[in-house]
Nanobody, 117 residues
């Protein structure tokens, strides 16, 4: 019912920046909380940042001060601005939409971020 497509990943040197985008389409009805997750090889998927309907954001301690999540409701798009990237940020980054009333999760296909010299 809801499709999410991420873009913006790639290869970047340590200290560099990337901006990820997640665009939603389909039957988008109701109120959603949005989040970015990431999963490195051999690691559990972890929460990176969230944004709620009122605009409040939260970020994991590991990325706080470096990553910023934002949204553009008119474009059905959320973003993750990543600055001062470190090698340990290397992972597949996934966009998540949670329908609050139904408690149903939708996921994008993921986009690879590689931080290496």
């Amino acid at each position: 019912q809801v499709q999410l497509v991420e873009s913006g990943g790639g290869l970047v040197q340590p200290g560099g920046s990337l901006r990820l985008s997640c665009t939603a389409s389909g039957s988008i009805y109701g109120v959603y909380n949005m989040g970015w997750f990431r999963q490195a090889p051999g690691k559990k998927r972890e929460l990176v940042a969230t944004i709620i309907d009122g605009g409040s954001t939260n970020a994991a301690d590991s990325v706080k001060g470096r990553f910023t999540m934002s949204r553009d409701n008119d474009k059905n798009t959320v973003y993750l601005q990543m600055n001062s990237l470190k090698p340990e940020d290397t992972a597949v980054y996934y966009c998540n939409a949670r329908h609050i009333a139904l408690m149903r999760d939708y996921w994008g296909q993921g986009t690879q971020v590689t931080v290496s010299s």
